[in-house]
């Protein structure tokens, strides 16, 4: 079973810059497609970025569109998301999902595209 671990929530100014870490400790993530999505208080959960397995295809909300960036590193499992020029309204908990795809092509933005979902890790944007 996949299961994902976030990291890297973490209080910071407006303006500042965090990295987000989403990893697997058992279960490659080769072949997954990766979404981040994020809740604020309140609000349903949004999709914010997403990934292609083979890392070709991207996709970001157009409220990050230019100040957010997800990329993969194979070597150590992980999909990262950097976060740059954050704004209080980035504040929520963000979370990571997984969905298998062998295409390697394949990316999406949907909630329900996704079967696999990590805990989540708090981001405040506070000054």
């Known amino acids: 079973q996949l299961q994902l671990v976030e990291s890297g929530g973490d209080l910071v100014q407006p303006g500042g810059s965090l990295r987000l870490s989403c990893t697997a400790s058992e279960v490659s993530l080769d072949y997954y497609h990766i979404g981040w999505f994020r809740q604020a208080p309140g609000k349903e959960r949004e999709g914010v970025s997403c990934i292609s397995s083979n890392g070709g295809r991207t996709n970001y909300a157009d409220s990050v569109k230019g100040r957010f960036s997800i990329y993969r590193d194979y070597a150590k499992n992980a999909v990262y998301l950097q976060m740059n020029i954050l704004k209080p309204e980035d504040t929520a908990v963000y979370y990571c999902?997984?969905?298998?795809?062998?295409?390697?092509?394949?990316?999406?933005?949907?909630?329900?595209?996704?079967?696999?979902w990590g805990q989540g890790t708090q981001v405040i944007v506070s000054s």
């Open positions: 999902a997984a969905d298998y795809d062998a295409s390697g092509t394949y990316y999406s933005l949907s909630r329900a595209d996704f079967a696999s």
